[in-house]
């Protein structure tokens, strides 16, 4: 997908990942991340600092909150909607399997979860990052576990 070369002006641009490991035999898990500035669960993203790329954002932004590295892989959607002052804002996420870290509390996430897909979707306050952890699921082909860790 090509980068936009123009945003809308006053466009607030942010970047993020639904970011996954690997959970054994049960399948994957994915980071959910609670921002006590927002009391929100949320994916992990921030906005990009000046002449970052949308990349480059999502895998600083998933560090800082996550303690975890990761390459951006296959894109997922973005989210648009207007930020707590009034702007537009579009975010961008892209899937990304988990490298080596370790998460540890900060100033922007103060718990950090991993969980599977029903139990994510459930946890999530946005509507729009639900759908952002079914459509990785679906589009990495991950098995969904059914209730009771069966799959």
């Known amino acids: 997908m090509a980068e936009p070369t123009s945003p809308e002006p006053d466009e607030v641009r942010a970047a993020g990942a639904v970011l996954w490991r690997r959970a054994g035999h049960e399948g994957v898990e994915v980071a959910v991340v609670h921002r006590p500035r927002y009391d929100d669960w949320s994916l992990p993203?921030?906005?990009l600092d000046p002449g970052e790329g949308w990349r480059e954002a999502a895998r600083r932004e998933v560090r800082e909150e996550t303690g975890f590295?990761?390459?951006?892989?296959?894109?997922?959607?973005?989210?648009?909607?207007?930020?707590?002052?009034?702007r537009p804002k579009r975010v961008r996420y892209?899937?990304?399997?988990?490298?080596?870290?370790?998460?540890?509390?900060?100033?922007?996430?103060?718990?950090?979860?991993w969980l599977g897909e029903r139990e994510a979707a459930a946890l999530l306050t946005h509507e729009r990052d639900r759908e952002l952890v079914h459509e990785a699921v679906a589009a990495a082909g991950w098995v969904r576990r059914r209730p009771g860790g069966a799959t």
């Open 45 to 47: 993203k921030g906005k």
């Open 69 to 86: 590295g990761g390459e951006p892989g296959r894109e997922l959607g973005s989210s648009h909607y207007e930020d707590r002052h009034g």
């Open 94 to 113: 892209w899937l990304m399997e988990a490298s080596a870290g370790a998460w540890s509390p900060n100033e922007e996430v103060d718990e950090l979860r």
